[in-house]
């Protein structure tokens, strides 16, 4: 053990006013959670949030998908696919319904094996598909530097 003491805070990132301190080593934004915000207003909002909570020298790290790539193809279904968990079965299935040149909304359909059968799920997101460039320029226009883009080719065994 290395007896760290790491604070951990869950909040709207447009509204970052609640969490206390200002000065974290580093602001952790994964898993396409920005393209959730519906406009590059929604968007600026949260990185200057972000960016005041950072210390000069912090660290924002996000995770989108590459929407730069994903536009020129605008896929409509991923899937099906088997997982297996736990000696059970999963099948996911995600359908994207574009609504515009850059939002969609992705549904994700799960049917899962239990010990009395299979049960579905679905659920259902709405995003706005960013690239990089406008969120370069955003980030910039926010006051953070060194920006750089990391592909996933670039990060294997990173």
């Given at each position: ?122 659920g259902a997101s ?33």
């Amino acid at each position: 053990m290395r007896g760290l003491h790491i604070a951990f805070f869950v909040a709207d990132m447009r509204q970052l006013n609640a969490i206390p301190a200002s000065t974290f080593h580093a602001v952790i934004c994964m898993d396409n959670a920005l393209p959730h915000l519906d406009s590059e207003d929604e968007l600026a909002q949260a990185a200057g949030q972000i960016r005041a909570k950072l210390r000069m020298s912090g660290t924002f790290v996000a995770g989108i998908r590459d929407y730069d790539e994903i536009l020129q193809q605008r896929p409509v279904v991923q899937g099906p696919g088997f997982i297996s968990d736990g000696g059970k079965r999963r099948i996911v299935f995600q359908l994207w319904d574009w609504q515009d040149e850059r939002r969609y909304t992705f549904h994700t359909y799960i049917t899962h094996e239990t010990s009395t059968g299979w049960k579905n799920f679905h659920g259902a997101s709405a995003y706005r598909a960013i690239l990089r460039d406008e969120l370069t320029g955003i980030l910039d226009r926010q006051g953070f530097t060194n920006i750089r883009w990391r592909f996933p080719i670039a990060t294997a065994g990173a």
